[in-house]
């Protein structure tokens, strides 16, 4: 009598393969595979992101959220549309790209005097009034160096100048600050929790602050760094006395242009996280790995960056609390892959099964297709 197969389970958390399959699309093809190798196999599929582009896509779509769409203003002052999501426990998943976003401002118009966060802080007071009070916000891509001001000002905070004027949008006029004023600050904002997604270390001034490491992407000039980063330094010392806490070296302060700064000095709720360990605690994948036999992850290409940090690197780490194998799928594998054998990953595939032009392997259903193809080998030999 043939024994039959042990039900097996699989935990599948693919990352995006950009330009071709989202965390779903991907996690769904290589489920397909799997299914032909093992009908009997348990599969559970759930999305992934590291905190930066594709995050709300991503977790929205995944966990069976609604996504939302606001007019809002961008970097410079002009109209445009933003989108974010409201998870059904009714988390707010935003990323500060949507609205004050480098790809939203050509590169002849970079304009760092001015560029400003007030379009970040719409889509949180449009979110407010839907009810949100959870926060997961990625602050990665800004194309902003206004400290925080412009989303602070959205969401009631007055910044203020010896004559009680309001300093224009931007960090060209932040050293004209005198007062800070909390008088028509959002009440709601009291009983909020921001969880924020940032890798990044940097303080807010300095060398290795946001001016100076971050501004030439956003049109900083050599010459003009000193200057700014005075004017951060004075707006900083304005928040201090303000708030009575000193956020400047704390790591992140110097995300997006200092709006780590701001939300780690104007809410006491706030903090700052790693975008991969941020998403997979409101994913709970932890519950659903330990159960596994088998964790499936991957993305466009695995190399010795995806050990330092990214998502598939923070699924392998779970997964080896609970000594589980891990296999990693990838369109590409770069010859340092090899570094993600400390994060935890057993094995690595490429999904390709031969030469193909770059524009072919990234073609959706080709590399649907190879996934597909490959994690049912893989599981075959298993």
């Not at 905070?157 to 004559?163: A, G, I, M, W």
């Not at 921001?194 to 890798?199: G, S």
Request: aromatic residues 6%; charged residues 25%; negative net charge.
């Amino acid at each position: 009598m043939m024994k039959q197969a042990r039900k097996i389970k699989v935990v599948i958390a693919m990352d995006s393969m950009k330009g071709s399959l989202s965390s779903l699309e991907a996690g769904r093809a290589a489920a397909e595979g799997i299914r032909l190798a093992r009908p009997e196999a348990r599969i559970v599929v759930k999305p992934l992101a590291d905190g930066g582009e594709g995050t709300v896509e991503a977790l929205t779509a995944g966990l069976g959220g609604e996504f939302v769409t606001v007019p809002v203003h961008g970097p410079l002052g002009e109209a445009v549309t933003a989108r974010y999501g409201i998870l059904p426990d009714g988390t707010a998943v935003m990323e500060m790209a949507e609205a004050s976003g480098l790809t939203l401002v050509p590169g002849d118009r970079l304009d760092p005097w001015r560029a400003s966060t007030y379009g970040t802080g719409e889509m949180i007071r449009d979110a407010l009034g839907r009810g949100c009070r959870d926060f997961l916000i990625g602050i990665g891509g800004s194309a902003t160096t206004d400290g925080g001001t412009g989303m602070l000002a959205a969401l009631g905070y007055e910044f203020l100048d010896s004559r009680r004027q309001p300093a224009a949008p931007g960090i060209g006029e932040l050293d004209r600050i005198d007062r800070i004023c909390a008088a028509n600050r959002l009440p709601e904002l009291e009983q909020c929790r921001f969880r924020i997604a940032c890798d990044v270390s940097n303080p807010l001034l300095g060398e290795q602050g946001a001016v100076w490491v971050y501004g030439p992407q956003k049109g900083v000039r050599e010459e003009e760094k000193p200057v700014l980063d005075a004017k951060m330094l004075h707006f900083a010392e304005k928040t201090v006395e303000y708030t009575g806490k000193d956020c400047r070296n704390a790591p992140g302060a110097g995300a997006a242009g200092g709006l780590g700064f701001a939300f780690l000095s104007y809410f006491p709720e706030a903090r700052l996280q790693p975008g991969a360990e941020l998403v997979l605690e409101i994913l709970g994948l932890e519950r659903e790995i330990a159960e596994a036999d088998f964790v499936v992850t991957g993305e466009g290409r695995l190399d010795a960056q995806t050990s330092m940090g990214k998502a598939p690197a923070g699924i392998a780490r779970i997964a080896k609390k609970y000594g589980k194998r891990v296999i990693a799928f990838a369109g590409q594998i770069a010859e340092d892959a090899g570094a993600c054998r400390q994060a935890g990953i057993d094995a690595c595939f490429s999904i390709l099964p031969g030469v193909l032009s770059l524009e072919e392997a990234m073609r959706p259903e080709t590399a649907e297709k190879n996934l597909k193809r490959t994690a049912e080998q893989v599981f075959r030999l298993l």
